[in-house]
């Protein structure tokens, strides 16, 4: 199948990094190059490092990328992204992209097993490498599941479903995505089916957990952050309440800068802010972006720039 993936919020995530064409920028997560050669067409003297876990965004993203000279794909997880541009003598960049979640092409291929809509392997890993989504389901105590339910697709009915797969596990075991898809929906009340798929949550927490995502991007945000020049901007895409809650506290302790407690009367940390708001709140997709990409719909993208060093 071809990667296809739309990129979200096109104009205004590249307004928001204030491109200057000679400058050094860096998308985390290229996926099908959308966003990459969006930037790369901005840039003359400049440069442009795309990386990306994923094989086959890899793939798609260097041909995509082909027809500019300024431009590297690199294969690895933005959580290590300061590791990754300083070891290619890179030591600060102006800008940095980090488009958060699963993509389209991901969610379209049937074998990588991300969606509830097809049969397919419980699969998940954007590397397609490591501890797959079956691993978690058949290994994982109700306890353990319940957890993974609960803390990343926020689900009410995490106990039910887990004490549901734990027993239909020992008939056999849970090894594809619509059996698992018939568990869930099995194990939750049937006003709970009439907001959108019953699997939907349970399918996006086990993403999370496969590929560790949360601590990848608290991970990220510290090292993209260490990585800008002064001046730079950092613009962070999210499509889940608990990404965004993430970015937006962090951004707002960054931007904050004191660490005192709350009732102190008087700052005696001396902390001063280490970055600023590139723009107020989260931007979201247009009415008419989300007549032609639905999937936008749940995007925020908030951006920072950053004002000063760390505080030493």
């Given amino acids: 199948m071809e990667f296809t993936h739309v990129p979200v919020l096109p104009e205004e995530t590249i307004a928001s990094l204030q491109i200057k ?11 099908g190059g959308g966003h990459s050669s969006m930037i790369a067409a901005q840039l003359t003297t400049g440069r442009l490092i795309a990386i990306d876990q994923d094989p086959d965004a890899l793939q798609a993203a260097s041909a995509r990328l082909a027809p500019f000279a300024c431009a590297t794909v690199v294969e690895g997880n933005f959580s290590n992204i ?68 609960f803390e990343y697709g926020e689900e009410k009915y995490a106990r039910s479903i887990a004490s549901g797969i734990v027993k239909a596990r020992e008939e056999a075991p849970v090894e594809t995505t619509l059996r698992l898809a018939q568990i869930i929906s099995d194990h939750v009340p049937a006003k709970a089916k009439r907001g959108g798929h019953p699997a939907r949550q349970c399918f996006q927490a086990l993403r999370i957990a496969v590929n560790g995502e949360l601590d990848a991007l608290s991970k990220g945000l510290d090292e993209a952050v260490d990585l800008l020049k002064v001046g730079g901007r950092l613009s962070v895409i999210t499509f889940h309440s608990l990404e965004d809650r993430m970015v937006k506290q962090r951004f707002a302790s960054l931007c904050k800068g004191c660490t005192c407690p709350p009732e102190f009367p008087v700052c005696v940390c001396g902390k001063t802010p280490r970055c600023r708001p590139g723009f107020k709140g989260a931007k979201e997709a247009s009415t008419a972006e989300l007549q032609e990409n639905a999937r936008a719909r749940s995007a925020k993208l908030r951006t920072i720039e950053k004002i000063k060093e760390n505080d030493q």
């Fill in 82 to 149: 300061k590791t990754i541009i300083q070891g290619m003598g890179i030591q600060e960049v102006d800008g940095v992209l980090l488009d958060i979640g699963v993509s389209s092409h991901q969610i379209d291929t049937p074998e990588r097993g991300f969606s509830y809509h097809h049969d397919a392997p419980l699969d998940m890993r954007m590397s397609q490498k490591g501890t797959t989504a079956a691993d978690l389901v058949n290994g994982c105590s109700a306890e353990e599941l319940s957890r993974i339910f």
């Fill in 21 to 31: 064409p000679d400058g050094i920028y860096v998308d985390g997560t290229a996926g």
